[in-house]
């Protein structure tokens, strides 16, 4: 991006120096991996184990620690430890950076960092919800708030253990807590006020919570980012949520999501949402460790974002009174648009006796887990309630139950889907299936049921919306021209033409997997003559070829994960994924890699692959045009076949 415009904006973007030259050669990929895949195993030079990303049973997921990549040659994912942090944790860009900068113990550094930083003022916020936290805790524990820590275990039936590692506590009731035990000058007071902890009437500040039991929301960093506050007895509200504030967006936050992440190592095999911040205690504290809760709202679309991000199956736990089954309906709702054939919403609706909280504490876990598995599917919730609005005894009201049934099943993504709700219609409707979807060819969809304005395509079109607002963009940073990017000149796609057509990109696809045999031999295999002669011959690719070798001359232990980052938000950072994937055909030993010597053999056949086809390109113009040839071109003709003998023998 123009620096102009970084400044203009003043939003902080991350260092490309920091990302490529610092952060990246300070992780071990394969022991980042490891962390979050237990089975990875070490096979020779490369580590080998079962893709995180997609379902298989032969491992085909493998990690190159001298390369600094993964690849799976299954589902085709592949990149260095930002891209495999970014798409495990389903994390913006950003986030991934600071996440693997955390667990280096490094500091993110900043480009363009005017005086006013958006970052450096929601540190603040965040130090200050962290000791709102500590502070509530603490006073849930001591004496004179006994009262409280009775209401979590004796009336909620919370362990000890639990309330500890929830960080649950308590608001007293006082009108200056948070001004004693929290704010530490004027400047932590007002902020207090823009997170919605203190609120100010004219001249004087006043708690937002007071003799109640707290509840800390905390996102998928770890961070305290609001709070929510519940009464001991029947006052009303019950329940008091936090508003949003700089750093802290509902919709775009689940309750629980965080730990049910660290429970499941980030890879859920579902997400059951159910409405309460204490329904989601009591499940995970019986072991269904895997329960999240919207934060007074209806389920949002980014919601069901974050959580088809981390699970495919989601089952949406609802009471089964009257309000029950209309939230369950607004989530389908919601849901539709987001929905693949490798996704799965389910609706389970509790007894009128019972939410989560009162049944899992009565039953134990196998029955709720046993009540999840027998929840409803996505067509059979569907036809059930479209169904229920009508009273299909009554013939006239057939016909208008058909048309909102099919334009509901028309809206639906997935083809298979769609045939099994036109099944289950079948049946109420007294229609056979092949006509239903006669019907159902002309049926409109319904507009309930389409991707919502505000979020087309599974991301919102506001990005102060999508995430707090410290960055601009998650990417932004890398518009800026870099000396050490490149672009590969011919913009064809993989899809247009075979990957490695040329020699030339066949060469640079060696160098980008391979810059230390580069490296290494540098100066034997004479590279920068090598790429004047490239470039006095006119062939494509000498550019970007030059800009290769001049950054591994600079920086000989550049690895190919560091230029897959210089690549990062260029327009040919996709093409340079696959050339740095790109099967060379190059046969590997027991221990995974080939000897220096024979990797440089193979370097040394594109260097000469890549001279024999411009010289034969230039001998066939000549050949071509021998009768009108002049002497000086007939002797370059003969120059050029002993060139070529030479090459070929050589």
């Not at 939230?327 to 648009?337: F, K």
């Amino acid at each position: 991006m123009d620096t102009r415009i970084c400044q203009e904006t003043a939003m902080p973007f991350i260092s490309r120096t920091f990302i490529a030259d610092r952060l990246l050669p300070a992780v071990s990929i394969e022991k980042l991996i490891g962390k979050y895949v237990p089975d990875l195993k070490r096979a020779g030079s490369s580590y080998v184990c079962c893709c995180p990303f997609h379902k298989e049973k032969t491992p085909s997921f493998h990690v190159t620690p001298s390369k600094g990549l993964f690849h799976c040659f299954g589902c085709k994912e592949s990149g260095n430890a930002i891209d495999f942090i970014r798409k495990y944790k389903n994390l913006d860009f950003v986030s991934a950076v600071e996440e693997l900068a955390q667990y280096a113990g490094m500091e993110v550094e900043y480009e363009h960092k005017p005086e006013h930083d958006r970052a450096d003022l929601n540190k603040p916020y965040y130090e200050l919800l962290d000791r709102c936290a500590s502070a509530f805790q603490q006073a849930l524990f001591a004496k004179e708030n006994e009262n409280a820590l009775n209401y979590y275990m004796q009336k909620r039936g919370m362990s000890r253990e639990m309330i500890i590692a929830a960080r649950l506590g308590f608001a007293p009731n006082s009108w200056s807590f948070l001004q004693e035990k929290v704010a530490r000058n004027q400047d932590d007071i007002n902020r207090l006020v823009d997170l919605g902890m203190l609120v100010r009437k004219e001249d004087r500040v006043f708690p937002m919570y007071h003799n109640r039991v707290m509840i800390p929301i905390i996102d998928r960093r770890h961070r305290v980012v609001s709070f929510g506050g519940r009464t001991m007895g029947d006052d009303k509200p019950k329940y008091l949520n936090t508003k949003e504030s700089p750093i802290y967006r509902k919709r775009n936050e689940l309750f629980g999501f965080c730990e049910a992440l660290d429970a499941n190592r980030n890879k859920p095999e579902r997400i059951v949402i159910v409405e309460g911040y204490m329904d989601v205690l009591s499940v995970r504290q019986a072991g269904c460790t895997y329960a999240v809760a919207s934060l007074g709202t209806a389920t949002t679309p980014e919601q069901f974002k974050m959580m088809f991000g981390v699970t495919d199956k989601v089952v949406c736990c609802y009471d089964g009174d009257a309000a029950g089954r209309h939230a369950a309906w607004h989530a389908l709702s919601i849901a539709t648009p987001q929905l693949s054939a490798d996704k799965e919403v389910r609706f389970a609706f509790l007894p009128p006796e019972h939410d989560p909280d009162s049944y899992v504490r009565e039953f134990g876990k196998e029955a709720f887990e046993k009540f999840l598995d027998n929840s409803f599917s996505y067509p059979e919730f569907l036809i059930r309630h479209c169904a229920e609005e009508y009273n299909l005894s009554d013939p006239g009201q057939l016909s208008p139950f058909l048309s909102n049934a099919l334009s509901k099943i028309k809206a639906i993504p997935i083809r298979t889907l769609q045939a099994a709700a036109i099944k289950l219609l079948a049946k109420p409707s007294g229609i056979p299936e092949t006509q239903l979807f006669s019907m159902l060819d002309e049926a409109l969809p319904d507009s309930d049921f389409m991707p919502r304005p505000e979020f087309v395509g599974g991301r919102q079109n506001s990005r102060q919306e999508s995430a707090p607002a410290n960055y601009r963009s998650s990417n932004k940073p890398y518009r800026k021209q870099n000396p050490r990017s490149f672009e590969i000149e011919d913009t064809d796609t993989p899809k247009e033409k075979s990957l490695l057509n040329t020699p030339m990109r066949k060469l640079i696809a060696f160098i980008l997997q391979q810059p230390t045999v580069v490296a290494t031999f540098l100066e034997d295999f004479s590279l920068f003559s090598f790429v004047d002669i490239c470039t006095r011959l006119k062939i494509r690719g000498s550019a970007d070829l030059s800009e290769l070798i001049s950054s591994i001359a600079r920086e000989p232990d550049i690895t190919p994960a560091r230029f897959l980052e210089y690549s990062r938000d260029t327009q040919k950072e996709g093409y340079i994924r696959k050339l740095i994937t790109a099967e060379l055909g190059l046969s590997t030993d027991k221990d995974g890699e080939l000897p220096l010597n024979k990797r440089a053999d193979f370097l040394s056949k594109c260097l000469s692959e890549v001279l024999i086809e411009a010289i034969n390109s230039r001998a066939f113009i000549i050949n071509n045009r021998i009768s009108a040839a002049s002497p000086e071109e007939k002797e370059e003709l003969k120059r050029i076949r002993e060139t070529l003998l030479e090459l070929k023998q050589s």
